[in-house]
């Protein structure tokens, strides 16, 4: 597309270049590295042990079951996506006894990702919530976090929960922030494997969390695409008026992944081989945390590192610092965000030493934080 202003010069030539978003130009920057030990540690996808992207044998089973059954059509979806994938999401995400599913008080919506479903919420509430139009999220939170809601017209303000001391959680700040929010406000909470620290409250301070925030009046908002209502009649209202927050924004959903969802979230077999390989992921990032707690530990890497295998799911906040993370970068071609977040699925056995070298030669070069 070429237009002209009335000068002759591009209607476009007064937007000002913006720099690459971080994560993306550190995957650009490890696509041009020519080194052979080039090593990304940095978007949040899960790898196999050599690092190659990894698509679940189940997935891929019923993907060719879907595309072999003539059946099948590739029509414009409900604005809310495939009623039976909605259905058993909810299951798999609140159980199949969930009081506020049997009373038809839970509305699921399918939405274009992770980052759409929560666009979806934060324009609900910036349209139905006019209690408060503040958001709370953990400091630190996942990178897209504050963007997403701020765009939607809410306000940001953050609660303590990482505590770099201890690479754990600050339970104590985090309470004192939440017990002094106004009553009304909205508060982030991620479900699990927090991202981008890896570090998750325990159930009993999951409970702590949640009497606060009954007493306060604080509204829950987990990083996940559905909210439950307290009757079914007010569902039903929420649903009407999430699809008229969908409707203007694209519509209807993509059908091809959801349909893989729900084929293999309703078939018994199906199921029970998806829950066995989401086992191994989990097993294989749980082995990944002991191989480089140990290979430090072993190596004398100056530093507690005990929170690597403490963290859980796919990140660790490694406790590193920018320069000794630039430092990595530049002398062993390791790349992760300046935060220190390491993925840890994009780690392998072979890989493990050249990230020990790498850290220990940070640590002992540029002294830890
Ligand atoms: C906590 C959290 N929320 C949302 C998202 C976005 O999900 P998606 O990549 O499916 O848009 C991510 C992705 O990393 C995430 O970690």
Redesign the pocket.
Known sequence: MEMESRDGGSVFAHIPKVPEVPLYALQVAYGKDPSPLKLNLGF?VYRTEDGKPFILNVVRRVERLLVNDMSNFKEYLPITGIAEFNRWSARLILGADSPAIKENRVNTVQCL????S?RIGAEFLAKHYPQHHTVYMSQPT?G?HPNLFSVAGLAIKTYRYYDPGTCGLDFQGMLEDLQSAPSGAIVLL?ACAH?PTGVDPTIPQWEQIRQLMRSKGLLPFF?SAYQVCKTAEVASHVESQLKLVIRPMYSNPPIHGAAIAAAILKDRDLYNEWSIEVKAMNDRLISMRQRLFDALCDKGTPGDWSHITKHVGMFTFSGLNPAQVAFMTKEYHIYMPSDGRINMAGLGPKTVPHLVDAIHAAVTTLCLN
């Open positions: 949040g990702s992770g980052t759409g929560l996942y897209n991620q991202n990083d």
